[in-house]
């Protein structure tokens, strides 16, 4: 599978913004999906998750309640939706995908496969 992701931009603290992320292939709706972010200087880190297999979502502490991650079989997309942007959210974002993720690995960067090329979301202050 091949992703793409779009939706990055500039923008002030407290705004929103929609992250997508496209996909090719027609096993699509089996993947596992993922976004996670990387900030200059910094270790890439995983931001969400969502389990193919019952739709179980996961959040890293610091964006829950704030960022949802959905997905659009349909449209072979999958969406990053990032309300109360704070400063400390500025990353490239990717989106990641993989098959048959194990729970306990859901939050590890290893544990995907295929990744799209990262979109750049700025916060200011």
């Known amino acids: 599978v091949q992703l793409q992701a779009s939706g990055g931009g500039l923008v002030q603290a407290g705004s929103s913004l929609r992250l997508s992320c496209a996909a090719s292939?027609?096993?699509?709706?089996?993947?596992?999906m993922g976004w996670f972010r990387q900030a200059p200087g910094k270790e890439r880190e995983f931001v969400a998750a969502?389990?193919?297999?019952?739709?179980?979502?996961y959040y890293a502490d610091s964006v829950k309640g704030r960022f949802t991650i959905s997905r659009d079989n349909a449209k072979n997309t999958v969406y990053l939706q990032m309300n109360s942007l704070k400063p400390e959210d500025t990353a490239v974002y990717y989106c990641?995908?993989?098959?048959?993720?194990?729970?306990?690995?859901?939050?590890?960067?290893?544990?995907?496969?295929?990744w799209g090329q990262g979109t750049q979301v700025t916060v200011s202050s």
């Open positions: 990641a995908a993989t098959t048959g993720i194990i729970t306990s690995s859901i939050r590890s960067s290893s544990s995907y496969k295929h």
């Open positions: 292939g027609r096993t699509w709706s089996e993947y596992d």
């Open positions: 969502k389990r193919r297999r019952d739709s179980v979502t």
